[in-house]
């Protein structure tokens, strides 16, 4: 591993935004460091204990055998992830160019990889403890959950009703005894699982049992309802001064949003007393498929709470029954609708925060680029946190981590993005390929007219910002490659990173926190070497000890006494396991316009991102979306765009909703809401002394 893992080190700094060190390559550096910290970990302490009347020595070797796997599976994952560093364009970019084969090779790796290891006993060992105790929690649920949904849909098809069945108590504690049996089960699940479970299993958050309970450890605000918006034209004063009609997505929905204030009302029509200056607009995630303003209200309720802001969250229409555009357009009619009706939402109409995580980050963002090119008054600036600002299944480093991922693992990613771009489901499980195939002309034809829609078409883009006219064609953008999208840096202004200094990961794993990473100096290559801080010094003095005086403890350590000899054919079949990998579905993303800048922030052209207001990204150090984060950021920046850029350490995609359960989640919300401040020049109150 050493090889891969010194190409990694020395060049990782090249694909940083500015002075945070993160992208990918370097959070599958500190995975693997992390794996290794566990193993010496472990193996210390089956030479501490061995001699001890109550030694279970089958339980230590077994999870020593499964951090070794690991180990294997990582080794794999960084030759890969370093054979996509030296076929890169050398221009910082962490995709690949459109059309190239590392896609396709991608696939194949993928196919014959073991993915079960990841998701046994040492299932979310890369995370902060507080976070992998929860996350043991979450994939149980999906584990017990996608066995009764498939009982329930092999009964009767379509009757599975997740939210409203009692799970069964013996499937649960089989699962709960037999670590290894919730692994098959959960790898089979994100592999071959209908976006209807998805669906299902991450709306239980809105499920009436556990909404009582969070109804306790909730905090109250004054106002908490739900608003309908009539599906009718919306007459908004534009920028120049000239007036500009919105029409309703549809004439016969309306659209549902909820209302959070913590400013009593005047009277029944909630205007509030005191108008506020700002207004939070927030758009939930969910993968554009699930969830509601409702599953949201842990950190909302909080921020409304807090900050003394209201809040406007939009329930836009979810994929696949209504794919892309009509979520965005949604949005963006609430949004016009925000402006007329701005003293029912107990505001003056001044300043207005834009707030998304996940999905609703890339929609907040699309919705920004929409409400510039149709003349609206844009909004202040926004907070997008881990967003998907390509939605298209490229492999990047970082979304290589959707190999081990509990909440975002890739078959489940890439059926949400599929959705959301309007997709059809494979008719045959690994039949379709990936972006370089052939289309019929007919495929391409009927799912374009399910990806195009909206009130400003791509080809009227292409020409300016105008929508009188109409022009067929769609937007090619002036880097029609997300490999060439990063062009020469031009003005650098400073970018908001917390000071927080990030803790190293030490040997008992103890000093993982949800802290920001630190701003580093990557100007100068790091020199590779032993005690780099990706490998550490300690991790390889350990094993050279270990060679020096062998600690009997099995085959299991045998397996790592050599790490530069390569696997054999043998090793290989031992590490996929006795059961052959099934296929993933293969998704065609070329039957989609992927050059549409409001599915895809990221290829915008220049002329459309430079309307965007000030930008913040908050990002997750091991989420499978950092790089897009990391991508946007930067492709912002080299228009001289106002962007920063948080990069929270050791927590996983979604932290947001996880603040309640979690000391370093609500630390992380929390730095979230001193951001949507800044942004909305807002002082931050000091503590007092």
Known sequence: MQPAIDLLNLNAHKYDFDNVPANGFRSLLSVTDACMCRLVQKSRDIERQREDFLFRKNFHLRSLEEYTKILGALRKMLDYASHMMQLGDNTGSLFPKEGSKLIEEWFKEVETMNQEVFYGRSLGFQYASSVHRMLQTVVLAMAVCADTYRSWEKWK???????????????????????????KQIVHTTRNCDINFCKQFWGLLEASYLQSGFN???????????????????????IAGKNIFVKPPSYS???????????????????????????????HGGGFIAQSSKAHESYLLKWAKDLKLPIFSIDYALAPEEPYPKGLDEVVYAYAWALKNCERLGWTGEKVCFVGDSAGGNLVVAAALKIF??????????LAAYGAFLVQYTPSPS????????????????????????????SCVGQVQGANDKVLHENLEEESANGAGGDVTAGQLKRGLSTDQQAPGNLRNSSSSVGDLHR?????????????????????????????????TPSTPPEPQVGSRWFGRTVSGFFKNLQAKPVQIGDAISSIEDPQQPYTPEDKRRMRGSDKVE???????????VEDPFLSPLLAEDHILIGLPPVHLVACHLDPLLDDSISF????????????????NHLPHGFLNFSLLSAEAADATALCARRIQEILGIETPQPDQ
Request: positive net charge.
């Open 253 to 283: 929905k309306p659209i549902f949003t909820r209302f959070i204030s913590d400013v009593e009302s005047s009277n029944g029509e909630g205007q509030s007393r005191t108008l506020s200056s700002s207004l939070i607009f927030h758009c």
């Open 488 to 520: 020469k840096n031009g003005f650098r202004p400073q970018t908001s990173t917390p000071s927080t200094s990030e803790r190293d990961f030490c040997m008992n794993g103890d000093a993982m926190d949800g802290s920001p990473l630190t701003p580093g």
């Open 373 to 382: 090119c149709k003349g609206l008054p844009s909004p202040t600036g926004i």
């Open 399 to 426: 979304r290589l981590l959707c190999l081990m991922d509990p909440l975002l693992p890739m078959g489940i990613l890439t059926r949400c993005l599929a959705a959301y771009a309007g997709i059809r489901e494979p």
């Open 633 to 648: 950021a930067r492709r912002l920046r080299q228009l001289n765009k106002p962007v920063g850029l948080d990069v929270m």
């Open 583 to 593: 296929p993933l579905p293969r998704y065609n993303f070329a039957s989609v316009s």
């Open 157 to 183: 098809p379509g009757s599975a009703k997740l939210a409203t069945t009692i799970p069964n108590m013996f499937t649960t504690t089989r699962f709960v005894m037999r670590p290894e049996l919730r692994a």
């Open 216 to 238: 306790w450890i909730l905090p109250s605000v004054a106002v908490n309802e739900v608003i309908e918006l009539p599906p009718e034209m919306i007459e908004v004063t534009g």
